[in-house]
């Protein structure tokens, strides 16, 4: 069974910075590409970011983009979330989800096999 481990979350003030980790447990196995979602109260899963191993591309919600980084290691399957310039609204789930093999919809949730349990983020106004 494939499992993701996430790590970083937390409480802080808007403007502040925190940095997410994901990190596989259990067996192991390929990935074409990771990404990060959230999910606030009350709303539905959303994409934040994701990254195809091959050719290093990123992808970012317009919500995050220019504030939030990821990365990660192909060959230890672990993705990063730095996140700068937190807002009140980023608060939320932080799921992170890999793609072990490749699917078009990047962005959309059903494209992931596995997933992570969550880790929350608060931010205080």
């Known amino acids: 069974q494939v499992q993701l481990v996430e790590s970083g979350g937390g409480l802080v003030q808007a403007g502040g910075s925190l940095r997410l980790s994901c990190a596989p447990s259990g067996r192991t196995f390929s990935s074409y590409a990771m990404g990060w979602f959230r999910q606030a109260p009350g709303k539905e899963r959303v994409f934040v970011a994701a990254v195809f191993w091959s050719g290093g591309l990123t992808y970012y919600a317009d919500s995050v983009k220019g504030r939030f980084t990821i990365s990660g290691d192909n060959a230890k399957n672990t993705v990063y979330l730095q996140m700068n310039s937190l807002k009140p609204e980023d608060t939320a789930i932080y799921y992170c989800?890999?793609?072990?093999?490749?699917?078009?919809?990047?962005?959309?949730?059903?494209?992931?096999?596995?997933w992570g349990q969550g880790t929350q983020v608060t931010v205080s106004s």
């Open positions: 989800a890999v793609q072990t093999w490749r699917r078009v919809g990047i962005r959309e949730a059903p494209s992931y096999d596995f």
